[in-house]
């Protein structure tokens, strides 16, 4: 008898592990967010004693632009619309534009890049600094570049993440709430792509490169350079289905509904009606962004130099 209940005993215990061994996986949907911060980035001016002196009597400025830009026409390069080609386009016009608007809404008299630039081709002996002295202007801006650029930001970031019970499909069912074991193996597991996903590598810039010269002397007085970037301040999303046994968990592909499983899930109706507010927009969100940087950076470049500072 004793040896038939110890028979039994044995066999349960077995049974029993046999079926842990083969417990239902349980889907997990993993949402995480990163919240990132862009760090402080200022301008690099620098000023002589020479400017302290003149910034007050300042009032007659020239431009001389840098020896390549962006050749585009004033919509394509704002973003209002996509450029067709049919547009005579000035090269440099549409940035510098920006510069002289600035300038000229600080009050300076401005002699514009192109008045200058036809003076120097029929004054080819003459230097841009000695063409600007005889239009009459104070000081020659030498804007030295002005580009779109690609930058990689210093940014903090702080990095969420949600658990929600799932299925096969991937649907959020309800909050999950796991043992420290299951969310190490969940980091291990989708960490690399998360940070890839989560952390864009680069942003959209605008540089300035600028210097003031003294038309009277042909001195360097004030040095201004600055790459103003789009907001990197925002909130980013990334999704993961993981299947896990006990510990054990890994990523898994979020499987299609067949046609039973879509009738199944959603509302049978014979007719919808939806109704949409359509806001404008430009042609390109890029170059609508850099514009915006574009004018930024002119206007922060106008109030530093007037500034006297």
Request: glycine letters at 6%.
């Amino acid at each position: 008898m004793n040896r038939s209940l110890s028979a039994l005993f044995a066999t349960l215990a077995t049974v029993g592990l046999v079926l842990a061994g083969c417990s239902p996986a349980q889907y997990v949907l993993v949402q995480s967010s990163a919240v990132e911060t862009m760090k402080e980035n200022a301008p690099d001016v620098t000023a002589t004693p020479r400017y302290y002196k003149m910034i007050s009597q300042i009032q007659s400025v020239a431009l001389n632009a840098p020896s390549s830009c962006a050749d585009k026409s004033a919509a394509a390069t704002t973003g209002s619309a996509e450029g067709k080609g049919e547009v005579v386009k000035t090269r440099c016009g549409v940035e510098m534009a920006e510069i002289e608007r600035a300038l000229v809404r600080q009050g300076f008299t401005v002699y514009s890049w192109n008045m200058l630039n036809q003076a120097i081709a029929v004054n080819t002996n003459a230097t841009a600094t000695e063409v600007a002295k005889k239009l009459g202007a104070q000081l020659l801006f030498q804007v030295n570049s002005l580009e779109r650029v690609k930058l990689s930001p210093d940014r903090d970031a702080r990095l969420e993440r949600n658990f929600y019970e799932s299925n096969e499909y991937g649907d959020m069912l309800k909050p999950l709430k796991l043992e420290e074991g299951q969310i190490k193996e969940i980091k291990e597991e989708i960490g690399s792509k998360e940070l890839k996903q989560l952390l864009s590598a680069t942003k959209l810039g605008a540089m300035l490169d600028i210097s003031a010269i003294d038309s009277e002397t042909g001195q360097t007085i004030w040095f201004y350079r600055w790459s103003n970037q789009e907001d990197a301040s925002k909130s980013v999303f990334a999704s993961f289905l993981m299947k896990c046994h006990g510990q054990d968990c890994n990523q898994e592909e979020v499987e299609s509904r067949d046609d039973d499983d879509k009738e199944k899930s959603s509302e049978k109706r014979s007719k919808e009606v939806e109704t949409y507010m359509i806001s404008g927009r430009p042609a390109s969100e890029q170059d609508a962004i850099y514009f915006s940087l574009l004018r930024n950076i002119t206007a922060d470049f106008v109030k530093r130099f007037s500034s006297g500072k």
